[in-house]
């Protein structure tokens, strides 16, 4: 039972009637759609918001896969917010476990990410993938999302930061210890210095952020001299660090790290482990490293 248009790539319409097709299962159209859903926009995208139907996506009750790319000819200096209307229009069901959104052109997220309650929207979800939204500005509450367990973020040279209205102290007190309280894998790359202290340097009111952690990676972080202290990352198993290239210094960032039992360096070429000879003692337990390419002599 499955109707295929591989290949239609002028395709504007479905014909009249198809939603009445209850019995197929791998058409994007249909409400009763299971388990996954990929979108991949070709070329310049046209504001479908007007002509698709109002929660169409979310009325898929059954769906926990949502992937949705943007063709790469969106990137043109001017963003007409066909982007951000086309998202608009793809709110996902409460029950989406695994949402990927890729080269998306706006300047801002669409609005059922960029909310207070955004754990009470998207419940379940556990693998959230961005990459390539070079435009973006504000980054979601996603540390609201309490059964979050992997995120990859790649490639968002736009960020600024988070909204400052969600950095607040929440009006109810529980809210305060969901801060990636389920995150297990975490990937940065291609971000802001900034954006990755906002992440790992959260205000006071979050007693322990990123506690249950267990893989780190911190790609291309162009303008990171120094490691941070993870203070709350006793969970830690895995670290990477590739290509910052203006990494000087790991000072004590592995100090707390008592999980720790892979550290991966890569292509860092100014960071100087000569002068850190500390370091063999800063991690209580016994680890692997590892390290690839050119690093200070």
């Not at 979601?140 to 909204?163: A, F, M, T, V």
């Not at 952690?213 to 291309?220: G, I, M, N, R, Y």
């Not at 290239?245 to 000072?251: D, T, W």
Request: aromatic content about 8%; proline content about 6%.
């Amino acid at each position: 039972m499955h109707l295929d248009f591989y290949g239609c790539s002028s395709l504007e319409d479905m014909p009249v009637g198809v939603g009445q097709l209850t019995s197929l299962r791998t058409l994007p159209s249909l409400v009763d759609l299971r388990n996954s859903l990929s979108i991949k926009f070709l070329g310049r995208v046209r504001a479908i918001g007007e002509r698709t139907p109002t929660n169409v996506v979310k009325r898929m009750k059954h769906l926990r896969q949502l992937s949705v790319e943007f063709g790469y000819g969106n990137h043109g200096d001017d963003d007409t917010g066909a982007d951000l209307m086309t998202l608009e229009t793809l709110d996902p069901h409460q029950n989406i476990e695994r949402l990927r959104i890729k080269n998306y052109s706006g300047s801002r997220f669409p609005s059922w990410l960029v909310v207070e309650n955004l754990d009470l929207l998207l419940p379940k979800l556990v693998d959230l993938h961005i990459e390539d939204c070079h435009k973006c500005q504000k980054l979601p509450p996603l540390w609201k999302l309490s059964s979050l367990q992997s995120l990859e973020l790649r490639n968002l040279g736009g960020l600024e930061g988070y909204d400052v209205k969600f950095m607040q102290p929440s009006k109810t007190p529980t809210d305060e210890r969901y801060y990636f309280s389920s995150l297990k894998q975490l990937e940065l790359k291609g971000i802001s210095e900034k954006i990755l202290k906002q992440i790992f340097c959260p205000p006071p009111h979050h007693p322990s952020p990123l506690c249950n952690l267990k893989e780190l990676t911190v790609d291309s972080v162009e303008g990171l001299a120094t490691m941070y202290v993870f203070k709350n990352l006793m969970s830690l198993q895995s670290l990477s660090i590739k290509i910052c290239r203006n990494l000087v210094s790991l000072s004590t960032c592995l100090t707390h790290l008592t999980s720790l039992e892979t550290l991966t360096i890569a292509y860092c070429p100014k960071l100087d482990l000569s002068n850190e000879e500390e370091m063999q003692f800063q991690v209580p337990g016994t680890y692997q490293l590892s390290i690839f390419g050119s690093l200070k002599s």
